[in-house]
């Protein structure tokens, strides 16, 4: 269903209100309305400068720092629906980068389950707002347990949107730094969002509210098809148009989002793991240039900022390093189940296995990396030379290929071992095979495309045929058994490939002419 973006202007009144253990922001009397147009894409959005700042807390239910909530500026975001001139506030989301923001997938679902009007997401400047629109909006999801023709989806999105109303661009764009954590147990955490109280005179009221409590368990592995996600339940309460909106540790760090509660009872926060997994085409040109990028890709440009180091291989697993505490709770944590019999190794223990095995394990790699490409079927060799910039007409009439190891194993890192009781181990690891040289051999009758020769590196003529040569590097993901008895290697597979796509390298004009002369001959 296509989306109608929703249009007109609207007032937007925030609220001071305090009550219960929750506090409403005390804006200034003069900064309380924010009129707003929603306007079509503003290309302004580039030029705007970023700040990031921090929302620090007392540690008593509700209390924080009141001018701090308007020194987040963008960094809070209402999730509004549009209508009949009027609008509603329905849920809460975080800004993290330009364009970027996330918020909780049944907040989005909400906004469009009744027609085909967008959401608008609403940010906050003193006695001003910024609107904007979503242009994608992506969640992870898994297969249900139950049914396998139905997809449980994470209540994490990741959302790119456009700006779409006056950019102010007198004030920073406010963006919140973000850091992967597992709270601990007894760890107080803050939620903020919006609340829609009422409209009067076409005027929507809002409260912004802020509420605090400790976490009393961690999931690590979700809760099942209720929450698929990493989450953590916490003993405050939040309100319902709260949902999606920001949840901080005691640094001012976004780690949550919220996700759902119960009157009386506990809140569910998902943490914010799974968000370095997606991909979208960002609005900002730096980030849509790269087609879809992930939050990653987002922070080697500059465009948001996490804590800890966080990297992502070539499969798409992300890692992030964890203190020796939230380690401790993770291992606790985490369902037998969930374990089925892999470990990760111990760091003292995946240094002693590389230390002693490690020379041997890369010299099996390379031979049974090798004998496994030179054993790919003419198709699959021709997709790997179309991801080194072979044209697919340059390969139609290859007679024959072989593979030659040139740059050998580079960071071989092991990702799991999985232990038996028969003292064999299944170890899964990763590599790079930093050179292999494909040699590919095409009748001089049938190679006629002058276009072709410059796709190789090397080019020569031997008799009848044509010897063309090109290098490509590669990663792998493969798995092997261990006997630790006997101290032996067997059983090795390849598990997956990920292809580098590397510049086109030409052959020098000279040595190009003088092979398109033999070619003629």
């Not at 500026?73 to 849920?91: C, H, N, P, Q």
């Not at 330009?98 to 989005?108: E, K, Q, S």
């Not at 203190?323 to 944590?333: F, G, K, P, T, V």
Request: with cysteine; charged share 20%.
């Amino acid at each position: 269903m296509t989306r109608k973006a929703p249009t007109g202007s609207f007032i937007i009144r925030l609220l001071a209100d305090r009550g219960g253990t929750r506090m409403r922001i005390h804006p200034e009397s003069d900064k309380t309305t924010h009129p707003v147009s929603v306007t079509k894409n503003n290309s302004k959005l580039s030029e705007m400068p970023l700040s990031w700042k921090s929302i620090l807390f007392s540690a008593e239910d509700g209390i924080g720092p009141l001018a701090s909530l308007y020194d987040a500026g963008d960094a809070l975001v209402a999730v509004a629906k549009m209508e009949e001139r009027e609008i509603t506030i329905l849920g809460s989301g975080v800004m993290v980068g330009p364009g970027l923001l996330l918020t909780a997938t049944h907040v989005i679902e909400e906004c469009m389950a009744v027609d085909a009007i967008s959401p608008v997401f609403l940010t906050f400047l003193p006695g001003a707002a910024r609107a904007w629109l979503p242009q994608e909006i992506v969640a992870s999801s898994v297969i249900s347990k139950f049914d396998e023709t139905r997809d449980v989806i994470s209540d994490l999105s990741l959302i790119s949107c456009t700006l779409n109303s006056a950019a102010y661009e007198t004030s920073p764009l406010m963006l919140a730094p973000m850091q992967i954590a597992l709270p601990l147990v007894g760890e107080r955490l803050w939620a903020l969002g919006f609340r829609h109280q009422r409209i009067e005179d076409g005027t929507a009221l809002v409260s912004l509210i802020v509420s605090s409590g400790l976490v009393t368990a961690v999931f690590p592995c979700g809760r099942g098809e209720r929450m698929i996600s990493p989450c953590c339940e916490v003993e405050m309460d939040v309100l319902g148009g709260m949902s999606g909106g920001p949840v901080l540790n005691s640094d001012g760090l976004l780690v949550g989002i919220v996700s759902s509660s119960f009157e009386g009872g506990p809140s569910y926060i998902t943490l914010i793991w799974d968000a370095f997994q997606l991909k979208l085409k960002g609005t900002v040109p730096k980030l849509a240039r790269h087609g879809r990028a992930s939050l990653l890709h987002a922070k080697a440009m500059g465009l948001v900022r996490i804590k800890r180091q966080v990297s992502r291989n070539p499969w798409g697993d992300v890692k992030f390093a964890l203190s020796d505490a939230e380690l401790r709770l993770l291992a606790c944590s985490t369902p037998p189940s969930a374990r089925n019999r892999k470990a990760w190794p111990e760091e003292n223990e995946l240094e002693a296995f590389v230390g002693k095995w490690g020379t041997h394990l890369e010299a099996i790699a390379s031979e049974s990396t090798i004998a496994f490409l030179e054993k790919l079927s003419a198709r699959e060799m021709k997709k790997f030379l179309r991801s080194a910039n072979v044209p697919w007409r340059c390969l139609r009439s290859v007679a024959s290929f072989s593979v030659l190891d040139f740059g050998g194993i580079q960071d071989i890192e092991i990702i799991r071992m999985e232990y038996a009781e028969d003292q064999i181990s299944t170890i899964e690891f990763s590599y790079e095979l930093a050179g292999f040289l494909w040699t590919i051999r095409i009748p001089k009758s049938k190679y006629r495309n002058e276009e072709c020769t410059g796709a190789f590196i090397f080019l020569e003529m031997q008799g009848d045929i044509v010897v063309a040569e090109v290098m490509q590097k590669a990663y792998f993901k493969a798995s092997i058994d261990f006997d630790q008895t006997k101290g032996q290697f067997s059983n090795f597979s390849i598990l997956s490939v990920a292809l580098n796509r590397p510049r086109v390298q030409r052959i020098p004009s000279v040595i190009f002419q003088e092979l398109i002369a033999q070619l003629r001959g």
